[in-house]
């Protein structure tokens, strides 16, 4: 059974277009986030929601709204993509009693032409 | 903010030791060490708590200075499976990591 799950695994597109990436837990964890790694792995937090409610909002422009529907899956909708968008976005899971300890889901390679 | 990792990269021979260090100008509630591989997701290894305790992977140790704001993982007699980018992440925030640059490990024959 996959932990962290998310589709798609690849996704080309063409700048200003509009795309999503889903994301879904079964860890039963509270919290969830968006982690971005961009070309030099430099691995860096985007959103955090905990049982549904944005904990952690980064400076990340306003082209990126996550949307937690349940506490098991967190959705990521770019608007209006730019080349600088291309990234590995990764889920990430974790539970507060297990000291944040994070399960990553296995990214979603964004190329934006 | 961001915590910096020494060495950037490091090549060792199979059975070789190793040390990756990270240092934060922050206070630290925890430090959390994870490893990716290329083409996958980073997996967790160890976390060290403010206090002293360490959960984690019980083939790789590290330590923690709270009052200096640095940790360091030992890779003891390392394989070739060790290979890989080794990132630690610094928790400033209840539940907020920040993550190092990663320091590169290759481990060689």
């Known amino acids: 059974d996959t932990a962290v799950s998310q589709t798609p695994k690849y996704l080309v597109t063409q700048m200003g277009n509009d795309k999503s990436i889903k994301c879904e837990q079964n860890?039963?964890?509270?919290?969830m986030y968006w982690y971005k790694q961009d070309s030099k792995k430099f691995l860096k937090i985007m959103f955090s929601?905990?049982?549904?409610?944005?904990?952690i909002n980064e400076t990340v422009p306003n082209r990126f709204s996550p949307k937690s529907p349940d506490k098991a899956h967190l959705n990521l909708h770019i608007n209006s993509l730019e080349l600088g968008d291309s990234a590995v976005y990764f889920c990430?899971?974790?539970?507060?009693?297990?000291?944040?300890?994070?399960?990553f889901g296995p990214g979603t390679r964004l190329t934006v032409t | 903010q961001q915590p910096v990792q020494s060495p950037q990269a490091v090549i060792l021979r199979e059975g070789e030791d190793a040390v990756i260090n990270c240092s934060s100008s922050k206070a630290l509630y925890s430090v959390h060490w994870y490893r990716q591989k290329h083409g996958e997701a980073p997996v967790f290894l160890m976390i060290?708590?403010?206090?002293?305790e360490q959960k984690g992977h019980d083939k790789i140790s590290a330590s923690f200075n709270e009052k200096k704001q640095q940790s360091s993982l030992y890779l003891t007699a390392s394989q070739l499976s060790y290979s890989g980018t080794y990132f630690c992440g610094t928790e400033i925030i209840t539940g907020k990591l920040i993550f190092g640059q990663g320091t590169t490990l290759q481990v060689k024959p």
């Open positions: 060290l708590l403010k206090g002293g």
């Open positions: 990430a899971s974790s539970q507060p009693s297990d000291s944040y300890e994070q399960y």
């Open positions: 929601y905990n049982n549904k409610e944005l904990i």
């Open positions: 860890l039963g964890h509270d919290t």
